[in-house]
């Protein structure tokens, strides 16, 4: 017999560790295995948005992470579009904020202290290999090597490969999209603002990013998305073929900055049919809780686990753990962000096969005010919905830029092709 909790989570990443810290503040008893040992490295683009801010901010981790200078606000920056359009721009005074980046090496290891200050069990080092349900007892085994626990409930938030729900056969296909990150050495580097995504044609819905950290290293990645041209097994070239043949990301570097070598990771985008069993839930990026457009994950994942951490402490209230009842976290989870994800996914592929869309919004961005920009801004973070791109400020310009871009970029050449010939 292993020792019997509440619920046991697996993985202590943010979704798992948030996941930990919302259900301890109502005292139920909580294990959190993982099986790395803190500080742990998980590779990712280190940029924070305000959405998730909000839950480090309840958890104190915010302002330790300030105290200690160890996330930068991204104030400035902005993105380049295919034709190599900057559009760049000072968001300091953005009311909805900005987002910041953080080593995960640092930030993960803060969130899963916070769970464990507030009661949460943390065991390090706790791989977790087999998960089996005793219906009879209604109760799950949780073993990791030779150590054995048992839950009444089990959270599964063990990123994007899923490994367990997998096992269980609650999810059944991998992980769709990738993503590199390298981090170039402060100091060795021309790059002037916090934060720029490059929209190279090729790599749409993909891109490329830097952020800037604290410490002025750089986190530069590259993600391919499905939609478009590259698949996974390109991520080597694309990573590689941006740093050396991209003329505007070469220049933001300058020559001579050190770079270590590319690391990459899946990502599970747009959700999973079903997150959630008998006595189960899944977050976090094992229920694919990532942004199909932006491939941004870590707000999803601390906004899933909050949203389980209520489910279960309602079930635990009326002492229902049925898949039935427990189906009210995957609602929550739709209501709160995942209705967002199939028009997401419409946006990218739109932008993979018009990548004109991109050039028309840098054109209209650099002609309008600042205004503008934070509009566009708090869209593409989440803080506002979709439907405000058809508000009259966004939408005409867009529309006219967009119709502009199409004709230039498309039909002017194709006039000019048959003219000649016609000659
Ligand atoms: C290269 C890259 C760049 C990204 N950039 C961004 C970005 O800039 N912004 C953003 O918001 N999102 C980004 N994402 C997505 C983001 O990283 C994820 O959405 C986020 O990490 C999800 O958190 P999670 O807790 O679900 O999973 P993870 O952070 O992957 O945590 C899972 C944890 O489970 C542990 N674990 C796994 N298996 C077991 C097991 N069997 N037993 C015990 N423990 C286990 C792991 O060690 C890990 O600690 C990026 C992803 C990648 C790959």
């Avoid at 929209?199 to 478009?228: Q, S």
């Avoid at 079903?274 to 994950?297: C, F, N, Q, W």
């Avoid at 906004?303 to 309602?314: C, I, P, W």
């Amino acid at each position: 017999m292993g020792d019997l909790y509440d619920v046991a989570i697996v993985g202590a990443g943010p979704a798992g560790a948030t996941c930990a810290w919302y259900l301890a503040q109502h005292d139920i008893e909580v294990l959190l295995l993982e099986k790395a040992k803190f500080p742990r490295d998980k590779f990712c683009g280190d940029a924070v948005i305000p959405r998730a801010q909000r839950h480090l901010q309840r958890m104190g981790v915010l302002q330790q992470l300030i105290d200690a200078g160890e996330c930068l606000f991204t104030t400035s920056g902005g993105f380049v579009s295919p034709t190599g359009i900057e559009c760049l721009s000072d968001s300091a005074e953005n009311p909805s904020g900005t987002p910041m980046s953080v080593k995960r090496i640092i930030m993960d290891e803060r969130i899963a202290r916070a769970a464990q200050s507030v009661g949460a069990e943390l065991v390090e080092e706790a791989a977790v290999d087999k998960v089996v349900f005793d219906e009879r007892a209604g109760r799950w085994a949780v073993r990791s090597g030779s150590r054995r626990f048992e839950a009444r409930v089990l959270v599964l938030a063990d990123g994007a490969q899923s490994k367990l729900a997998r096992s269980l056969g609650i999810v059944q296909d991998g992980p769709q999209a990738i993503c590199s990150r390298a981090f170039v050495d402060g100091g060795t580097h021309d790059f002037e603002t916090d934060g720029i995504c490059y929209m190279e044609r090729d790599l749409l819905p993909g891109y490329a990013a830097i952020f800037r950290h604290p410490n002025d290293e750089l986190n530069y990645c590259a993600y391919i998305i499905p939609g478009g041209k590259a698949v996974p097994s390109d991520l080597k070239a694309i990573h590689y073929g941006l740093l050396e043949n991209n003329p505007i990301l070469r220049r933001h570097l300058g020559s001579g900055y050190q770079i270590e070598p590319m690391r990459g990771a899946w990502l599970r985008l747009g959700g999973i049919p079903k997150s959630y069993g008998d006595s189960l839930l899944i977050v976090g990026d094992a229920a694919g809780h990532i942004d199909p457009l932006t491939g941004e994950g870590i707000q999803f994942a601390m906004e899933g686990a909050e949203r389980a951490a209520e489910t279960l402490v309602e079930a635990f209230r009326v002492g229902r753990f049925d898949e039935r009842f427990l189906s009210a976290y995957q609602d929550a989870c739709h209501r709160e962000f995942a209705h967002k994800f199939p028009l997401a996914r419409k946006a990218s592929e739109l932008m993979a096969r018009y990548p004109e869309l991109v050039d028309s919004m840098a054109r209209v961005a650099n002609e309008r005010d600042d205004e503008f920009f934070f509009a566009w801004a708090d869209i593409m973070m989440g803080e506002a919905p979709w439907s405000h791109f058809l508000k009259p400020k966004l939408a005409l310009p867009l529309a006219a830029a967009s119709i502009r871009e199409l004709v230039t970029q498309r039909l002017l050449p194709l006039g000019q092709r048959v003219l000649p010939g016609r000659a």
